[in-house]
């Protein structure tokens, strides 16, 4: 395929970002295997810090409780979501505006006001800070990634689809679980994987709502971070990217995120 | 198979009537075409009828029973869409079997039947295909499989053959048609192609901004199509008016031309087919002079575009007979007493 | 819509819409709105209301943000920083979606949008993170100029304002690229061509055609970028030390450091009805792209 220059010219500078992108990613992953304790040149090989990782239980807990929060979220996110987006999507009735309308507000507003907000309220009614506290902000946070991916697939389905099931004979669970769920599938997939993102990444909200001690990951690398760090932090970073990257890849497989279908 | 009946349909989006006070019999087991520019109401009549619809006023009746509350899936219909919304995610067998499933007749039911209605449609040997590597025309056909299957009172096309390329078209009329006589369904079927229309209909209706304007056999409708919009609509028409007089219609060249029964308001219409354009001065009846502005090829017949008193009249023959013909030129045009139709403007 | 459409609701599938719906509202409720109100409440009184401590109504908290000059400090070098790290995003973001979404094709672009993304669900704590290792005195960027620059240089851009620019940048571009990557790729490529055979350049075609139809994208990513950055506290205080005061962190100070809830939760709404406000300027330029 022949390219003129302009087009080189974009491909380059889609390079040069990439390598932005990637640059910090890899310099960590470099020093996490370095054996000086204050990123001193010249490289020296040690695997050191990851042994030091894996006898601290403080980030090891951490870590897992990050994981398995993130789990139950994208669970409870993802189904919620989606009921919610093939009633928005299904049905035409007063107020529809309304409620799409007020499904930005996690998006739109700052989390540092949301997680405050909810600090402030979890406390005045008793629920307080910890796990709890945690899941409930992060579902929250979660919902509109979930419905705008989910919606997104959803205009994609044909509806005579619909209406041909339910000239077949069939009534709406039957129509829903045959013919729209396999279509959105993906859809649905998607929203899941941002909303376990969201979950695992997120940071700001869980800070406010975490019990101290109590911690999910990033609250503990932001504290550490905060007092001097230790590499060990660069260890535990340099493992979160990459499994978080080689899921991403694997989920890539199962969808297409270009919009390509 | 049962008789459908709508009476009194009505329904407004709005301040657009798409139906208007519609009554209409379908016979059991009969082929009818509901026929009608588009935003007629043939498809929201169609709709109506399948229950995706609910009109303000009227009633639906399936077998002489009324389903204005029976939700669409409880409605015993079988329905092919404009485009075939087969499943994507399902098999051609599964596709068909689909409203075998629902009605829970058992796994080995399901796949007798399914390949009894594949043999039918003549697609036996591509059951565990995907609707994606079909072809159009077997796309059409797992679609009216599917539709049949469950033996459905009545069977609903939506335009279901537009689209198809033209000679795949005219296969698959032929071939709906010889299903639909096997099982003498009930078949209503929407079109806004008159000619598919009087080839697959025993009857049709005719459709026009939400009222029905005609109803009858297709050949009984051609030859007298009794009002202006049905002449031009169903087949092409030559439209003349005139003042009434007392030995016939007098044109606006002054001509004198025989004034058939029922022309008070002074329309007649002659079909393209039986006006005769000639050089020489014809012994008719009905004669007139116009000016032959353009001669259409087209294959096995010829099209003579005319010129008279300012409207553009036309004229069919078989290509054969028109080799005396000028390109252009003055001619004659002639047609005979018994050809005149007489009509009247609004319905 | 015309004929066609199945009618609207019956009184069953009422039931069956809300029966979908109320889950995730509900959860948005308990978790947003309730929240948010009382955070309202929490800005008018002096003091949180628990346990015994005296409280009374008082509009204190906000008069303070106007008392000294240095919230609204704050809050100006916020936005300024909001609208640096956006603009900046959406520069050189734009030619990246646009080469993604037009030049590359197949296999490549699949491989590619998806390096693009990938670094987006990464930790962003972690990342940010990353940067500061970078970008230290001394650090790996440092030595490398220094590596090639044949004069002897000090880059120590950590704890600068361009560190946390720089380190904020790199969390959201990928954000704009993705909106921006769906917005073009909508764009049918039979428009360009029908362009193109009118007689259009490049540039035309890019100002008249392509950056009106892939507004909405751009304006989607722009948002996205611009809320949480102006609410940024996490990058600052990492990245920029000292250096590193901005609004969010007077707001996170309050409630984990000073413990004055009521000043947190009111300088929180005066931030919060400003972004509202600049959400709801961009929401007419929406509208007119046609969205």
Known sequence: MRRSLADWLGISWLMLVLVFLYAPILVMAAMSFNASEFYQLPFQFSTTWYERLARNSAILDSALRSVVIAAVVTVIATALGTAASIALWRYEFRGKRVLQVLLFPPIAIPWLITGTAMLIFFYAVGIGRGTPAVILGHVALALPYVIVVVSARLTTFDRSLEEAARALGAGPWMVTRAVLLPWIAPGIIAGALFAFAVSFDQFVVSYFLSAPGDNTLPVLIYTAIRKGFTPEINAISTIIITVSMALMLLAARFTKFGGER | MSEVRVEGLTKAYGSLRALDDVSLRFPDGGFFGLLGPSGSGKTTLLRAIAGFVAPDAGRVLIGDQPVENVAVEAREIGMVFQNYALFPNMSVAENIGFGLRVRKLGRDEERRRVAEVLELVQLGPLGNRRPHQLSGGQRQRVAMARAIVTRPRVLLLDEPLSALDKSLRVDMQIELKRIQRELGITTIFVTHDQEEAMTLSDRIGILRAGRLIREGRPEEVYADPQDAFTARFLGEANILTGVAEEGGLRLADGTLVHRPQGADAGLIAVRPEHLEVSVAEPACPNRLRADLRQRVFAGAMGTCVMQWQGQVLKSIARHDDLRDLPETGPVWLCWQDRHARALVQEP | ?291
């Open chain 3, 1 to 291: 819509m015309a004929p066609g459409v199945t009618d609207t609701l019956a009184r069953t599938d009422l039931r069956r819409a809300g029966l979908l719906l109320t889950p995730a509202y509900l959860w948005l409720t308990v978790a947003v709105f309730l929240p948010l109100s009382a955070m309202l409440f929490f800005s008018v009184i002096t003091d949180v209301p628990f346990g015994d401590t005296e409280w009374q109504f008082t509009w204190t908290n906000f008069t303070a943000f106007f008392q000294t000059g240095t919230y609204a400090t704050l809050l100006w070098k916020s936005l300024g920083l909001g609208l640096k790290v956006t603009v900046l995003c959406v520069l050189i973001g734009f030619p990246c979606a646009w080469v993604l979404a037009k030049t590359i094709r197949g296999r490549a672009r699949e491989a590619l949008f998806l390096l693009v993304i990938l670094p987006f669900w990464s930790n962003s704590l972690v990342r940010v993170f990353s940067w500061a290792i970078v970008l230290r005195g001394n650090g790996v960027l440092d030595r490398m100029v220094n590596a090639i620059w044949p004069w002897p240089v000090d880059v120590d851009l950590l704890f600068t304002e361009h560190a946390i620019i720089i380190g904020l940048v790199h969390s959201y571009l990928p954000y704009v690229i993705l909106t921006t990557y769906l917005a073009l790729q909508a764009i049918d490529d039979s428009l360009i061509e029908a362009a193109r055979s009118l007689g259009a350049r490049r540039f035309t075609i890019l100002r008249r055609i392509v950056l009106p139809l892939s507004a909405p994208g751009l304006i989607a990513g722009a948002v996205l970028i611009f809320v949480p950055v102006v609410g940024s506290f996490m990058e600052p205080r990492i990245l920029g030390g000292r250096m590193g005061t901005y609004y969010g962190t007077v707001i996170e100070d309050q409630f984990v450091s000073v413990f004055n809830w009521p000043l947190g939760a009111a300088l929180s709404f005066i931030l919060l009805a400003v972004v509202l406000a600049i959400l709801a300027l961009a929401g007419p330029v929406l509208r007119r792209t046609g969205t």
